[in-house]
């Protein structure tokens, strides 16, 4: 693996944004991005055995069996365009998986958006996600131009399958059961870097951006531009 190769895990509850952050970090950064929620839901779409089982549990709002998404991150991270560096959405989310990617590729940073349960909730319920591109929408706080339309390519709106009361309440428990005791294992390691993240979207970025470089010293690589001769 490159040594200079970027990896940054986004985690935090449910609806603390960490898709919505992803996006801004890809084109700050210039490194692309992967959701592994949005990896295992392609993988739900086919009509094999892995793909019914896939769909049953996330219904559920339970994790997928590890064999899934470490796969689906290690293939993700071989492609061309992860070169230089990745940005992972929604994993690790257990000690296994955490072992697992630091055997493959130690994370630069581990960045963690906190916000309450009570916030998840209320944001998640009025969530919209764009069926063709997967982009994020807020009836409240991020409406597209034009109602129900994606304002990137004009596909539909739609409320996601788990965002329904009972699998919120599941994926928060695991959340705190899960994934909290990977984030204590990033504090060990002197990776993690949390971010408030019940302020303005811009703002989340911004404290993002700042920590990495404050705590990491990791910034944007400038473009030098070549002067005419
Ligand atoms: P996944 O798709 O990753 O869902 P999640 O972790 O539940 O996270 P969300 O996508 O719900 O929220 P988010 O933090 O990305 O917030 P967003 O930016 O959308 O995973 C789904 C399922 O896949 C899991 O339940 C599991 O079954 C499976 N899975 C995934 N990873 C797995 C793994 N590693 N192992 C096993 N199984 C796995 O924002 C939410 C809303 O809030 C949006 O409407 C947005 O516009 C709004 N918003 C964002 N930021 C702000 C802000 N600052 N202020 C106000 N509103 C905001």
């Known amino acids: ?64 069996p590890n064999e899934y998404s470490v796969g689906l991150v290690k293939k993700r991270m071989k492609a061309k365009d992860a070169k230089r560096g990745l940005i992972i959405d929604g994993f690790p989310r257990d000690l296994d998986q955490a072992k697992a990617l630091e055997a493959v590729a ?32 807020n009836t409240k706080t991020r409406k597209p131009v034009v109602k129900g339309i994606c304002d990137k390519d004009g596909g539909k709106l739609k409320h996601r399958a788990d965002d329904e009361p009972l699998a919120i309440k599941k994926r928060l428990e695991i959340y705190h059961k899960e994934t909290e005791p990977v984030i204590a294992l990033y504090k060990k390691m002197k990776k993690a870097l949390f971010i408030e993240g019940e302020q303005p979207i811009i703002e989340v970025h911004e404290d993002i951006v700042a920590g990495l470089k404050e705590q990491f010293a990791i910034e944007k690589v400038r473009k030098t531009t070549k002067k005419k001769k």
């Open 106 to 137: 130690p994370a630069s940073a581990a960045i963690i958006i906190e916000i309450r349960d009570k916030e998840s909730i209320e944001r998640l319920a009025n969530r919209l996600v764009c069926e063709t591109c997967g982009m994020n929408y």
């Open 1 to 64: 693996m490159n040594p200079k190769f970027m990896l940054f895990v986004l985690l935090g509850p449910q609806g603390s944004g960490k898709g919505t952050q992803a996006e801004y970090l890809e084109d700050h950064f210039s490194i692309p991005t992967f959701s592994v929620g949005a990896g295992l839901r392609e993988e739900a779409k086919k009509k094999t055995r892995a793909g019914k089982e896939i769909r049953a549990i996330m219904a559920k709002g339970m994790l997928v």
